[in-house]
């Protein structure tokens, strides 16, 4: 009998709602989506507002063909009832309003989206005319310090206006379906000027906890006198910035002027400006795959990113052999352990990742590791290990993946060896790869890193007493060098492993910035993008000193000049 | 004298040079005996004239112009089994008895074939 209950409950429900339909009398408005172009495998999520009362919306699952009934209650406490069906590709809804708001003036728009993000369909409707047409153009949006909005793309264009204030709220439609009021103000216009830019304060945060890059704003623009003017839907990168919490001893992200950096006496200039280089790019849509001889991916601080493993040698999914496996573990958080309320946060955090175990590392498991970095999407691939001895087989593989678009970091290793004179014929010297020494935390180069004329720049390795840090084994394995500032699960890490792959995530803000760049053109920006350290350096004409290279890698940089090029 | 003979005989194949093809060269190489700490039946350790340190794991690696070509060089030289790599590069496992490298530099010099050459394990620089 227990399976009656949720029936008989659902059926009580269903009962009370019609009552309070029945005595509102609703007002039925109707609306057609005619969406041929909808992709159906995603659940797609409704927004329906009537203006200015607040957005009411819910998620539904596009492919089933039944009727939905719904009672929403509105921030304003109005109450509506949402009837809508759906059917091959034709979605129609209904929007309910008590009887006793029917004489409300405003625009009803029903727009449909993706949880994935991609706007599909939208459908507005003016339900009484405005007194007013209000002239609005959203061109900058000024946003608090840890927060960034994207606007490069405008979308409000109206006509002018003889309003001389609007009351703006900036509200996010979360992909879990939750509104959240991230913003309102009251803007005076200028009386006769067509159009105004307008700075929009956002005074309600996304919570610490909401991660969340990108989404569908609802602008709801009104008049202080209640009529609702416009309203429209922007799309808008958000870039929030709430550091994890090992990030102030991580040196070389930033500098951070506290007891740490100063008992450790850390350069101020031993960074490379990433937490200047995430307000406009942190990697989303670039996937980075490292391959080396196992991982920990299950990792608190990595799974996140991760979105394919490959064992090369036994093609199973399995990279966590327990053998070897911190050396990849740590590799992999510098380069895009994500910004999500722990640990740490790698060069590229909203990359994307794909480990790839090659446990031997004979040459057939390296060819299988890259040819499934290529088959699966990577744009950059980081290596932290070497030969001195490449073989044909291998340095064609990786040219081959040059000519794809493929940007390939090797670290050029830890002998502190001119590889010039060392007569070797080292992975990292290839023409095809962007060779990475390593710097220490007083913004010189590594004592122990190899250099020589193949090598392209330098990037935090840290020395014997001060590693970077990144993800270590989970619990007690792995490293001891927790310098009493972090937990087991990550550690301070030294050696040129771990400057590749800060330089791959490098890489990855470059691309996301702009994905048309092939490898030359990221070999050329990050080089130029270089700075000139050292005291006793020697760079030439062309930028060049023979130990540093050309100088220690900058994001910052290397994001503004990527957004340039041509 | 028979003793000494008998010495010479059994350390002449730890002795013997082999050689494959790499960059267009010919890369020689010194056995090495077994180290115990990394003891695999499979693997054979070898010693390069620049002093690289290499293992061979007993299989081929062959790089085609097509894959059509597979065929042919399965056909034609002692090859018990071959995995793919990718679209034109396998790694065949010659059949017991045959010398890896007789094998892989036959198949090398061979016009069907864009080269060949044992699969190694090549001894890694320090990490750190």
Not at chain 1, 304 to 327: K, Q
Not at chain 1, 379 to 402: A, F, H, M, T
Request: proline share 4%; net charge negative.
């Amino acid at each position: 009998m227990k399976w009656l209950l949720p029936i008989l409950t659902g059926a009580l429900l269903f009962c009370s709602s019609c009552q309070k339909d029945e005595v509102q009398q609703p007002q039925v408005l109707s609306f057609t989506l005619n969406h041929d172009t909808l992709y159906y495998r995603n659940n797609l999520l409704l927004s329906t507002s009537f203006s200015p009362v607040e957005s009411l919306h819910f998620s539904m699952d596009i492919s089933q063909t039944q009727s939905y009934s719904y009672l929403v209650n509105g921030t304003n406490t109005r109450v509506k009832s949402i009837d809508e069906e759906f059917s091959g590709s034709v979605a129609t809804a209904s929007l309910f309003t008590p009887e006793m708001y029917s004489n409300s003036q405003g625009v009803v728009t029903l727009d449909l989206y993706s949880l994935d993000n991609e706007y599909y369909s939208s459908r507005s409707d003016t339900i009484t005319l405005l007194p007013h047409s209000i002239a609005i153009e959203v061109t900058n949006l000024s946003i608090s310090p840890s927060t960034i909005v994207n606007t490069e793309d405008e979308v409000f264009s109206i006509d002018s206006t003889a309003l001389s204030s609007l009351t703006l709220s900036l509200s996010l439609l979360s992909t879990d379906t939750n509104l959240l009021t991230i913003g309102d103000t009251t803007v005076h216009l200028p009386s006769q000027q067509q159009n105004h830019t307008i700075t929009l304060p956002i005074t309600t945060l996304l919570g610490k906890d909401n991660h969340q890059k990108s989404a569908f704003l609802p602008l709801t623009i009104s008049h202080s006198s209640g009529i609702v003017g416009y309203r429209d839907t922007l799309f808008l990168n958000i870039l929030s910035h709430f550091p994890d919490p090992y990030e102030p001893f991580s040196w070389h992200t930033s500098y951070e002027h506290n007891q740490f950096h100063q008992e450790f006496n850390i350069d101020p200039h031993a960074h490379i400006s990433l937490t200047e280089a995430w307000k406009s790019s942190r990697g989303e849509d670039i996937t980075i795959a490292i391959i080396d001889q196992g991982f920990e991916d299950t990792h608190e601080d990595l799974f996140g990113n991760i979105i394919g493993t490959y064992n090369a040698e036994d093609d199973t999914p399995h990279v966590n052999s327990g053998w070897n496996t911190n050396h990849g573990t740590a590799c992999a958080g510098l380069s895009s352990a994500p910004i999500n309320g722990k640990g740490v946060s790698g060069s590229a955090p909203d990359s994307k990742l794909i480990l790839i175990a090659a446990p031997s590392l004979s040459d057939a498991s390296i060819i299988k590791a890259f040819e499934y970095a290529r088959t699966n999407g990577a744009r950059v691939i980081s290596c932290s290990w070497g030969s001195y001895n490449v073989s044909q087989i291998v340095s064609d593989k990786i040219e081959e993946l040059y000519d794809e678009g493929i940007v390939i970091v090797f670290a050029c290793g830890n002998d502190s060896q001119n590889l010039d004179e060392k007569n070797v014929n080292d992975e990292s010297e290839l023409p095809t790869v962007i060779g990475v020494g390593a710097s220490n935390e007083n913004n010189g180069l590594s004592s122990y890193s190899n250099y020589g004329t193949a090598v392209d720049c330098i990037a935090p390795g840290g020395s014997y007493s001060m590693g970077v840090l990144s993800v270590d084994l989970m619990g007690s394995s792995g490293s001891n060098y927790q310098m009493e500032v972090v937990d087991n699960n990550y550690a301070f890490h030294s050696g040129t492993s771990f400057s590749a792959p800060i330089v791959a995530g490098v890489a990855a803000l470059v691309l996301s910035k702009n994905p048309a760049l092939s490898p030359e053109q990221v070999r050329t920006i990050l080089i130029n993008s270089c700075e000139k350290i050292g005291n006793n350096a020697h760079y030439n004409a062309q930028g060049f000193d023979v130990m540093r290279a050309y100088g220690k890698i900058n994001a910052a940089k290397a994001v503004t000049l990527a957004q340039s090029y041509r | 004298m028979k003793k000494l003979l008998l010495i010479i005989t059994l350390l002449l194949p730890t002795l013997a040079e082999e050689y494959f093809y790499e960059f267009g060269e010919k890369v020689y190489l010194k056995e090495e005996s077994t180290r115990d700490a990394i003891k695999d039946t499979k693997l054979r350790y070898f010693q390069t004239a620049k002093g690289h340190h290499m293992a061979t794991t007993g299989d081929i690696i062959l790089k085609l112009q097509s894959f059509d070509h597979l065929n042919y060089f399965l056909k034609n030289y002692p090859i018990e089994s071959y995995k793919k790599l990718d679209q034109r590069t396998f790694l065949l496992t010659p059949q017991s008895g045959h010398n890896l490298f007789e094998i892989a530099n036959r198949i090398h010099l061979d016009s069907m074939s864009i080269y060949a050459q044992p699969n190694f394990i090549r001894k890694q620089r320090g990490k750190r």
